[in-house]
């Protein structure tokens, strides 16, 4: 009897054994694989932000050198001009690279592999006839992209990944090669600020041949080198453009969870890897107290064991420690994070751990114990719909004895709440007869969150909240499907806001973010459910209202979103109002792709923004064709400067009664062949890209040396006079320009006028005026050009030493037919001479327009009258002709 009992005893103690050894193996099983998977999620979702911003970074960069190359004109693709086009086209390099970080520098090369032009460099001193780019495009013009190996710049000496397309001539032939060395340091940066843990690694590599481009961390002697073992290549290769896997590196012999993505239509992939001794460590810690506990329980029933063999008369200490051992196994129970719960035929809960009535906010274990688990918690779908619960899996396996997986389900909580599980379970079986089932579940709401807020950064702006361009292009193409279905039109609208650059600079760029987010608001409620608002990046939005019947339904919204962004906006510590320009391009009128109506609402944007602000306008073919002439200007403006493309033609001013050249105008042209472009094409271009500061400067130094050459066709010293525009204050060095002009040419300072305009004057800051006061010191002449059209201040001609007002030829055109002008121009000849100051009448194109003005008492005048504008030629010879006719006169010499 005794030994029977013992051996009852030793048979319970070791089925006890095996079945937490079981459950054990199972927990650590489950969370094993778990570690593994959220480890393969983690490295997934940093190689597709990462694959995004690289694609980007490739994409843009491409499009950058393709327009370069595109625009270069083949004239200059030689060392024998270089020096004429150098800093010209260095400037313009420079301009473009200034807006990528990435590049080290823009480079163009002739096609003998001479480094011509460079962004960071005037003059550049180097070959790459021997770099891979070169030869191949060079053997290979047809090709139209080269990625190089990783190389170290002969300009910049760092380490580069150069990105080249062709330059091809006019019949198509290689001409060149346009390149940007593409910094390795940037990417470094980029990848370093990733945290895959303390042996995580990041791997960029082509994909064409699976060299290395850049590791982090760095290993010595691996860049451009491939590995002979490399299942992420060898995937690659059979054509997977995304993946996981996991093996041990061959670089440092660590094993890890690798993602790897292929970057866009690139030669390249990214791969991300975890190493397995980081994502396990808190595992091996569970497992290594696990096993200590196992074994401690072993220790005890082996003591519990041998106390049993040696007399019956200790089974009240074997009692004892084997109820020891069932609060240990309750205390691992109760130990493990996952929710673990003991159900019956019926669904009914027969046991429950502290972690499943933490998650299912249930204070106490009878709260639970004998009721229908599976319809307090199983009431719904994932989707948040009723779930009946004759189709709840849970109930359906345990009919069947079957188990049960979901990775993504719900459970219902005692407040109601709904929590996102992954759960399983497994059918309990007792003496070879099923008796229920154990449930066990885990929350997955926190990496479902952070999934979710990963997809929203990668597809919405971070400040305003709004979708960026790139979801911004895939509603467009939802919205563009439906439109081309329903026969309608589609409005695509780029806004701009007016004076924001003022927000930000005067006020900070705290306040000019909070202005972004209430003007996003804004746009919000003034738009309608389906239409779409999406920040493009600074002040800039793009905004799509799909159902659009026509341009008559299309004012009137569009007046809306106008008249709603003039309402001032409270912000946090101030008050502040904005205007918008809007530009607009229809579908499929103006274009069918994205791209395309979105320059073109930019172009007509910027049309509105010409208009004077707070309008919009629609795009038409005229404002294609004039932003292509703009462009082919501005391509070839420095060009033309450079070669002597412009002339400078005058105009004479004459004072009135005795008719004697006191002074000439110079007007420039630009001479394009046999074209004469007339400035009215050229300056507004010219000054919205400063290009008017070299121009002014030429201008300032060729009037100068030419005014010495007519002087001795004249018996009296003749002025001068330059326009001065209002770029030339904020952008070039106005006074050394002034200074330098007179002492290379010899020109005394009192024969050099400068002619401002009110609008320039009203503008200007202390400095400005100071500048003006020291030139008017040296002795140079100033004057007020087109007087009475401005605000007309008086203020700078007391602050100023002008000497000369010119009366705009608006007022001198019907001086004879309008009393009011005519009275205005009386005035404004008293106003002067009461002030000391000479006038000087423009636009006189008849004598009885001269007679009335020399009786108001006018001094001088200019007009077609006298001469039209003429080159230097001609006018010697008019200041000659003048003058003979003046000592013809009565008293002349």
Not at 175 to 198: E, H, R, S, T
Not at 839 to 856: C, K, N, P
């Amino acid at each position: 009897m005794m030994q029977r009992s013992q051996r009852t005893f030793i048979v319970f103690f070791l089925l006890l054994f095996v079945a937490t050894a079981a459950l054990i193996a199972f927990l650590l099983g489950t969370s094993y694989v778990e570690k593994q998977r959220q480890a393969e999620v983690n490295a997934s979702n940093v190689v597709r932000v990462l694959e995004a911003r690289l694609e980007a970074t490739l994409r843009r960069s491409q499009a950058t050198l393709e327009e370069l190359a595109r625009t270069t004109p083949p004239a200059v693709m030689s060392l024998d001009v270089r020096a004429q086009h150098a800093l010209a086209i260095q400037r313009e390099l420079a301009l473009r690279a200034s807006h990528f970080p990435e590049i080290v520098g823009l480079r163009l090369i002739d096609a003998q592999g001479n480094v011509l032009y460079a962004s960071d460099f005037l003059l550049p001193e180097a070959s790459v006839r021997d770099r891979s780019y070169y030869k191949l495009l060079q053997q290979h013009p047809q090709q139209s992209l080269f990625f190089s190996e990783v190389s170290i710049g002969r300009l910049s000496h760092t380490r580069q990944l150069y990105i080249a397309v062709p330059i091809r001539d006019a019949r198509g032939g290689f001409a060149g090669v346009a390149m940007a060395p593409l910094d390795i340091a940037y990417f470094q940066k980029l990848f370093a600020a990733v945290d895959l843990g303390p042996h995580g690694v990041i791997t960029f590599r082509r994909s064409d041949d699976g060299r290395l481009v850049l590791r982090l961390p760095e290993q010595p002697d691996t860049v451009n080198h491939s590995l002979n073992y490399n299942p992420m290549q060898q995937r690659i290769d059979a054509g997977d453009a995304l993946g996981t896997l996991r093996y041990h590196s061959d670089v440092d012999h660590i094993e890890r969870v690798y993602a790897f993505r292929r970057i866009g239509d690139y030669p390249f992939y990214l791969g991300a890897g975890i190493a397995s001794r980081d994502f396990l460590a808190p595992w091996y810690a569970t497992l290594l107290g696990t096993v200590g506990v196992s074994l401690m329980v072993l220790l005890a029933l082996g003591l519990l064991l041998y106390r049993l063999q040696r007399s019956e008369v200790r089974q009240q200490d074997a009692t004892a420690d084997l109820q020891a051992s069932e609060d240990r196994f309750q205390l691992l129970i109760n130990s493990v994070g996952e929710g673990i719960c003991g159900m019956d035929h019926d669904g009914r809960c027969i046991f429950s751990n502290p972690a499943a009535r933490r998650l299912l906010a249930y204070q106490e274990d009878p709260a639970l114990l004998g009721v229908d688990l599976l319809s307090l918690i199983h009431q719904h779908l994932p989707d948040g719909q009723f779930l009946p619960a004759e189709d709840c899996p849970i109930r359906q396996a345990l009919r069947q004895g079957h188990s049960a997986h979901a990775e993504d389900d719900v459970f219902t909580r005692a407040d109601g709440t709904l929590l996102a599980v992954r759960y399983d379970a497994y059918p309990l079986v007792k003496d070879g007869r099923d008796i229920g089932a154990v449930l066990l579940f885990q929350d997955i709401g926190e990496g479902k969150r952070q999934q979710q807020q990963i997809a929203f950064l990668a597809h919405h702006d971070v400040l305003t909240g709004l979708p960026n361009r790139m979801l911004a292009e895939e509603h467009f193409c939802q919205l563009a499907s439906l439109a081309q279905r329903q026969g309608g039109m589609l409005a695509m609208l780029f806004l701009d806001l007016d004076g924001f650059k003022t927000i930000n600079d005067s006020l900070g760029h705290d306040v000019g973010d909070e202005m972004l987010q209430a003007v996003a608001l804004r746009l919000r409620s003034l738009l309608r459910e389906h239409d779409t608002a999406c920040r493009l990046g600074g002040d800039e939005f793009l905004l799509l209202l799909p159902g659009i019947a026509g341009v008559d339904a299309l004012l009137p919204l569009i007046g809306r979103i106008l008249h709603g962004l003039e309402a001032p906006f409270t912000l946090s510590r101030h008050q502040l109002s904005t205007s918008a320009s809007i530009g607009v391009a229809l579908y499929p009128v103006d274009g069918d792709d994205f791209t395309t109506l979105m320059k073109k609402a930019d172009t007509a944007m910027y049309h509105a923004k010409d208009a004077g602000r707070n309008t919009c306008r629609l795009f038409d073919a005229a404002m294609h064709v004039e932003a292509q002439e703009m462009l082919r200007l501005r391509s070839q403006f420095l060009t033309a400067l450079e070669s002597g493309q412009f002339v400078l033609h005058y105009q004479p001013q004459l004072r009135l009664g005795d008719e004697r050249v006191l002074g000439v105008e110079a007007l420039v042209r630009w001479q394009d062949g046999e074209t004469l472009i007339p400035p009215a094409q050229f300056i507004p271009m010219a000054e919205s890209s400063g290009l008017i500061v070299p121009l002014g400067e030429w201008v300032l130094h060729e009037a100068c040396r030419q005014a010495m050459s007519w002087q001795s066709c004249y018996d009296s010293p003749v002025v001068v006079a330059v326009n001065l525009s209002a770029v030339q204050f904020k952008r070039g060095n106005l006074e050394q320009a002034v200074a330098s002009a007179l002492a290379s040419s010899g020109l005394a300072p009192h024969l050099l006028e400068l002619e401002l305009t009110e609008t320039t004057l009203l503008h200007q800051t202390e400095a400005v005026l100071s500048t003006l006061h020291r030139l008017s010191q040296l002795g140079v002449r100033l004057a007020i050009d087109d007087f009475g059209t401005g605000y007309s201040s008086l203020a700078y001609l007391k602050r100023l030493a002008v000497n000369t007002l010119k009366i705009d030829q608006s007022f001198i055109r019907n001086l004879a037919f309008d009393p009011d002008d005519a009275n205005i121009v009386c005035a404004i000849i008293e106003m002067a001479h009461k002030l000391q100051l000479n006038t000087l009448a423009e636009g006189v194109e008849s004598r009885q327009i001269a007679d009335l003005l020399l009786q108001m008492g006018c001094d001088q005048v200019q007009g077609y009258y006298y001469s039209r504008p003429v080159p230097i030629d001609q006018l010697q010879v008019y200041l000659r002709r003048r003058q003979a006719a003046t000592q013809a006169q009565p008293g002349g010499r």
